[in-house]
């Protein structure tokens, strides 16, 4: 994306290009405010060296403002034209130096965001790992150093991997203030609401929290929480069936409030649902497992459990009462 930005300001991009950068300016804030960095940058080297490249006329504007008279005695006009120079090439090494940092800096990592609303992005790491992103993700990684370091950033969102062995160092995953280091395994994370929480499917994970010297070692079934509010890690047992529903559209209800699963339902499928009438809200839902890719699928499974009827009304599927 940083070389199609270049383009862009040089005005060498192609047609199909600059819609795929448009697409990725509007998908996150952050992109939008990165572009913008790019192009104030490059504003400022416009400004240094002049609108059509007259870098004598920009130093010229430069040594007025600095107040260099020339009508000054002969040895305070060498003096302030020393000093001139001396801010002519400060000036360059500041642009110059900025400009360097900030594209080393930047094109060193990956930032990978999915927004709200989206599909699920499954990506694949220098390692091998898998990362499935849920809607409303973001995920940081060294590309450059990745299998040295073998670290991946969660700065916010939901995502669930399923990590590769290798030879290096062990995969660690940094949330917040908290670090999970794997031991071979597969685990859900989530990091948003002043929460970071991590979900056990196998293996066993090292969850920390360095500043307070705290550790907990989670198992397969097992939840790590982290308040970011008070700074305390806990474990639970993981009463969440569907934590991962989000990504396998796997979902198991024991006599679970209709009003309950249609929240659910909603989440995953991110599709509108309304349940008409106080009783059926309050109705009981049963299934051992529901797996449909569809929510049309898996609607006509609880239509048919509780005798109620579904209908559409302006994009919302509407559960009532026959």
């Known amino acids: ?72 005695p002969p040895e305070a006009v060498v003096k302030k034209l020393n000093f001139g120079m001396f801010i002519r090439v400060a000036a360059i090494l500041l642009v110059v130096l900025s ?45 450059e150093n990745f299998l040295v370091e073998r670290n991946l950033e969660v700065l916010s969102g939901e995502v669930f991997i399923q990590v590769v062995k290798h030879e290096g160092a062990q995969f660690k995953v940094t949330a917040g203030d908290v670090q999970a280091e794997d031991i071979g395994t597969s685990f859900n994370v989530v990091n948003k609401h002043d929460l970071v929480c991590v979900t056990v499917e196998e293996g066993t994970v090292a969850l920390k929290h360095e500043a307070s010297h705290q550790n907990l070692l989670l198992t397969a079934g097992k939840v790590g929480t982290f308040n970011t509010s008070n700074k305390q890690l806990s474990m639970t047992d993981n009463a969440d069936l569907n934590y991962k529903a989000w990504l396998d559209k796997r979902f198991s209800f024991n006599a679970v409030a209709l009003s309950s699963v249609a929240n659910q339902l909603e989440e995953v499928y991110q599709v509108p649902i ?5 009783s059926l809200n309050k109705r009981k839902f049963t299934v051992a497992n529901l797996h449909y890719q569809t929510i049309d699928s898996a609607l006509a499974v609880i239509s048919a459990s509780l005798q109620c009827k579904i209908t559409r009304e302006k994009g919302t599927y509407v559960l009532s009462d026959n």
């Not at 862009?8 to 960095?37: C, F, P």
């Not at 309304?274 to 106080?278: H, L």
């Open 1 to 72: 994306m940083y070389e199609l930005i270049i383009e862009d300001l040089d005005g060498t991009i192609s047609v199909q290009d600059k819609l795929i950068l448009q697409q990725w300016r509007a998908a996150d804030e952050v992109n939008e405010k990165t572009y913008l960095d790019f192009r104030n940058v490059q504003s400022s080297i416009d400004k240094l060296y002049g609108a059509h490249g007259n870098a004598g006329a920009s130093w010229e504007v430069l040594e007025k403002k600095l107040d260099l008279s020339v009508e000054a």
């Open 99 to 143: 400009f360097c940092y900030y594209f080393l800096s930047a094109s060193k990592y990956a930032v990978v965001s999915t927004s709200e609303g989206a599909n699920i992005t499954r990506i694949v790491l220098p390692d091998e790992t898998i990362v499935n992103l849920n809607a409303g993700t973001k995920i940081k990684y060294n590309k």
């Open 274 to 278: 309304s349940v008409k009438g106080e």
